[in-house]
């Protein structure tokens, strides 16, 4: 079947919008690789900022009592001593100052 003169007309007058289509495909599938990146990117920054919970299920952890609470704000290990001022422990004798954190100094 041979080309015709009509037929290679028409192809030429067409031959800018082909270009156009090659282009933009071209392009498409560089901006869904960019889009791909970006989204990875921010579930990436999304998981870093999040809080995760601990993996090891095993630990147990207890409740922050108040303080003051007595027995039941205690520590393992604590006999609630702590309104007294000083309590001994596994390390010896513990003293409790007062006048620790009452004063600020504002001169620096």
């Given at each position: 079947m041979p080309i015709r003169p009509i037929?290679?007309?028409?192809?030429?007058?067409?031959l800018s919008q082909v270009g156009r289509e090659q282009s933009a495909g071209k392009e498409g599938l560089a901006l869904q690789g960019a889009m791909k990146n970006a989204a990875d990117q921010k579930k990436l920054d999304e998981t870093k900022e999040s809080v995760h919970r601990a993996e090891d299920e095993e630990v147990a952890t207890?409740?922050?009592?108040?303080?003051?609470?007595?027995?039941e704000g205690a520590a393992p290990g604590e006999e609630g001593g702590a309104k007294e001022g000083g309590k001994t422990g596994k390390d010896g004798e513990v003293v409790k100052d007062p006048d620790l954190g009452t004063r600020i100094d504002l001169q620096g």
């Open positions: 037929d290679l007309q028409t192809m030429l007058m067409q207890r409740a922050v009592g108040d303080r003051g609470g007595g027995e």
